[in-house]
């Protein structure tokens, strides 16, 4: 018997790494960004900032997707 999509397990660790996703893209954004701005100007400190807010941003549309496909939230 395969196992169902909403299984309670799988849409745990679904959200795990969403959150995961999530804090990892605003530590690089940030923690990351305090760190590394203080070097020259060659360093890929804007990098570093594109792609914690794209992991953000990604996390924040897997969320929305979790919690429609769950029927929670509006």
Known sequence: MAPEYFDTRRVSRAWLWCVI???SG?????????YVGNLDRSNLRFLYVLM?????VGAVVW?????EGMGVGG
Do not use: N, P
């Open 21 to 23: 996703l999530f804090v």
């Open 63 to 67: 969320l929305r997707g979790l919690m």
């Open 52 to 56: 914690g807010v794209a992991s953000m």
């Open 26 to 34: 605003a530590t690089a954004s940030t923690v990351v960004d305090h």
